[in-house]
């Protein structure tokens, strides 16, 4: 009985293994490249929500993008910064 609980143990850790094997060889075939894209993830300051970065209102501040998810969030960063 515990000879199966082994087995599906070694059988589940070789599937991990096999997996992150793959996902590595996976980036490494891809060109190194910072994540900048538009896939990327931003937070929101205001309301602390994630972003992808290509749909995110963009700010520039002293030189520094903030990302914002609405109109809305990036005029209360505002209102924020001035007060
Ligand atoms: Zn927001």
Do not use: H, W
Request: hydrophobic letters at 40%; aromatic letters at 10%.
């Amino acid at each position: 009985m515990y000879r199966l609980f082994l087995i599906i143990g070694l059988l589940i850790m070789l599937f991990l293994l096999l997996k992150s094997l793959y996902r590595s060889s996976k980036q490494a075939g891809r060109p190194s490249r910072p994540p900048l894209d538009g896939d990327q993830m931003v937070q929101d300051p205001v309301c602390g929500v994630f972003v992808p970065r290509k749909t995110a209102i963009v700010q520039q501040v002293g030189g520094i993008s903030n990302y914002f998810c609405s109109q809305e969030c990036a005029a209360k960063f505002q209102e924020q910064r001035t007060s």
